[in-house]
């Protein structure tokens, strides 16, 4: 149990255009969901912490109009990425935590996007 | 400020020989430290974590120590198998669930 999908995988867009990641907990109900930032050989970064219902809550540093995150069902986020540049590519991670095992959270498999 | 901070950043085992990761981290109100194991293209998986109630906990070949007064804990790996090739990072939050501070990571590679 505790899965959690992530779509696309694989993203390239032309700079300038707007891209959604899709993150969905498959088995659970997810009233957290988190999203991170990965670049090549590094750490992940937490962006934004959002709650089914609720605006999301963004980590300093993120921009909030670039990077919009909506969680608006208990087992769907997504984070969308706008006027994209290829400074925002990278590999992007959800992770979602909810009932019963509200004490961890499941991570995503990534989705690689590239801005041309 | 890097509140959790890793070492080595990679390291190469012999299989069948003993990895040992290590952290550090700085804010005193962290009581939740997991470990994840990456491969490449893949998002991060729990290994094992432990509370700062304890000082050690083993699943498997995975033990975790931890020094609550050092602020550090570190992952062992027993018997490293080629398979356990992966990035493996230490993580820790305010409470299990919650959101979390990573470590750099740490790149192993296993020999056969």
């Known amino acids: 149990g505790a899965v959690v999908s992530q779509h696309p995988s694989r993203v390239i867009c032309k700079s300038g255009t707007s891209v959604k990641i899709e993150c969905r907990s498959l088995?659970?109900?997810?009233?957290?969901m988190f999203w991170y930032r990965q670049f090549p050989k590094k750490s992940l970064m937490l962006m934004a912490t959002s709650n089914e219902g609720s605006k999301a809550t963004y980590e300093q540093g993120v921009e909030k109009d670039k990077f919009l995150i909506n969680h608006a069902s208990l087992t769907l986020s997504t984070l969308t990425v706008t006027s994209a540049h290829p400074e925002d590519s990278s590999f992007y991670i959800c992770?979602?935590?909810?009932?019963?095992?509200?004490?961890?959270?499941?991570f995503g498999p990534g989705t690689r996007l590239t801005v041309l | 400020q890097q509140q959790v901070k890793q070492s080595p950043q990679s390291l190469i085992v012999q299989k069948g020989g003993i990895s040992i990761i290590n952290c550090a981290y700085e804010n005193t109100a962290f009581d939740y430290f997991p470990w994840y194991q990456q491969f490449p293209g893949k998002g991060p998986a729990l290994l094992i974590a432990?509370?700062?109630?304890?000082s050690e906990k083993k699943e498997g070949r995975f033990t975790i120590s931890f020094n609550k007064s050092a602020k550090q804990f570190s992952l062992h790996i027993m018997d490293s198998q080629p398979g356990d090739s992966a990035t493996y990072f230490c993580?820790?939050?305010?409470?299990?669930?919650?959101?979390?501070?990573f470590g750099g990571g740490t790149r192993v590679l296993v020999k056969p």
């Open positions: 432990i509370r700062p109630d304890v």
């Open positions: 993580a820790a939050s305010k409470a299990a669930g919650n959101k979390l501070t």
């Open positions: 088995d659970f109900q997810a009233t957290t």
């Open positions: 992770s979602a935590r909810g009932a019963p095992t509200y004490n961890e959270q499941f």
